[in-house]
């Protein structure tokens, strides 16, 4: 089971692009850099629904690719689909308008925050722009090729989801982990790291996590599938090669 042959994936220029020429030079020349950005955007929305709050340990946290623990917003709401992409765009102009920093935004920094983030989570743009990579694909077809049977659990909104399968440079994916073998977020309600989509994904293949293996770019993901009985292994900074060799050190699959 995986999250990885998902990710890595996401074009960020590709996105950034569909701002248009005007917007992205007004997103830089009004917030900053990269980091200033995502921190704004995440500020936004932390303001319009709260924090997330772990029962128990930050371990629980969702978290994005830089390790920065998601607004509840996205981790409960938007990548559980508990609204539809539609109005998702309404809630993020809401968040946006009722947004109160300790410094002074002027409208067209509103304007243009609200066109990242509306641009950003849109269904229609994630599924443009995000792919399997090469080198997950070539380890998909190794593992395929000695007979394991493959799974995808991951975190993803339904919407986004199908735009992204409809994908045709998807569509080769799909051949060695078909849609009724894939688990995301947006269709059970529920969200790594927490133990019940691990339940829930073991019980709904009658698995025995004992014989499931978990390969995760998110090491609270990973921890939670040891928890849960399963083995794991975490994928650091998209490095396919050296995962390739430690599953091939391990007898799964062939010199990749």
């Given at each position: 089971?995986s999250d990885?042959y998902?990710?890595?994936i996401?074009n960020?220029?590709?996105?950034?692009?569909?701002?248009?020429?005007?917007?992205?030079?007004?997103?830089?020349?009004?917030?900053g850099k990269r980091?200033t950005i995502e921190?704004t955007?995440f500020?936004v929305l932390?303001?319009?629904?709260?924090?997330q709050?772990?029962p128990?340990?930050?371990e629980?946290?969702?978290?994005?690719n830089?390790?920065?623990?998601l607004p509840?917003?996205?981790?409960d709401?938007w990548l559980c689909?508990?609204?539809?992409n539609?109005e998702?765009?309404?809630h993020?102009?809401?968040a946006?308008?009722?947004w109160?920093?300790k410094?002074?935004v002027?409208?067209v920094?509103?304007?243009?925050?609200k066109k990242?983030?509306?641009?950003a989570?849109?269904?229609e743009?994630i599924g443009?722009?995000?792919?399997?990579s090469r080198?997950a694909f070539e380890l998909?077809?190794q593992?395929h090729?000695?007979?394991?049977?493959q799974?995808?659990?991951s975190?993803?909104?339904?919407?986004a989801?199908e735009?992204t399968c409809a994908?045709?440079?998807?569509?080769?994916?799909?051949k060695?982990?078909?849609?009724e073998?894939?688990?995301?977020?947006?269709e059970c309600g529920?969200?790594?790291?927490?133990?019940c989509?691990?339940?829930?994904?073991?019980?709904?293949?009658?698995?025995?996590a004992?014989?499931?293996?978990?390969?995760?770019d998110?090491?609270?993901n990973?921890k939670a599938?040891?928890n849960?009985?399963m083995?794991?292994i975490?994928?650091?900074?998209?490095?396919y090669?050296?995962?390739?060799k430690?599953?091939?050190?391990?007898g799964i699959?062939?010199?990749?």
């Amino acid at each position: 089971a995986s999250d990885v042959y998902k990710r890595q994936i996401v074009n960020r220029w590709g996105i950034a692009q569909e701002m248009g020429t005007r917007d992205l030079l007004g997103m830089v020349w009004h917030i900053g850099k990269r980091e200033t950005i995502e921190k704004t955007l995440f500020d936004v929305l932390e303001s319009y629904a709260g924090k997330q709050k772990a029962p128990s340990s930050q371990e629980l946290l969702t978290r994005d690719n830089s390790n920065a623990p998601l607004p509840h917003f996205m981790s409960d709401t938007w990548l559980c689909s508990r609204i539809s992409n539609k109005e998702l765009m309404g809630h993020i102009s809401k968040a946006v308008d009722q947004w109160k920093p300790k410094r002074p935004v002027s409208d067209v920094e509103r304007r243009i925050i609200k066109k990242i983030l509306c641009t950003a989570l849109s269904a229609e743009t994630i599924g443009k722009h995000t792919r399997c990579s090469r080198d997950a694909f070539e380890l998909v077809k190794q593992c395929h090729k000695h007979g394991y049977t493959q799974f995808m659990l991951s975190n993803f909104e339904k919407e986004a989801f199908e735009k992204t399968c409809a994908n045709k440079k998807n569509k080769r994916l799909l051949k060695y982990i078909p849609r009724e073998r894939i688990v995301i977020s947006g269709e059970c309600g529920m969200i790594k790291p927490y133990d019940c989509i691990y339940r829930h994904f073991l019980e709904k293949y009658n698995l025995k996590a004992s014989e499931c293996l978990l390969i995760d770019d998110r090491w609270e993901n990973v921890k939670a599938a040891r928890n849960n009985g399963m083995y794991a292994i975490c994928l650091k900074e998209g490095n396919y090669k050296k995962l390739a060799k430690k599953l091939f050190k391990w007898g799964i699959i062939a010199e990749y």
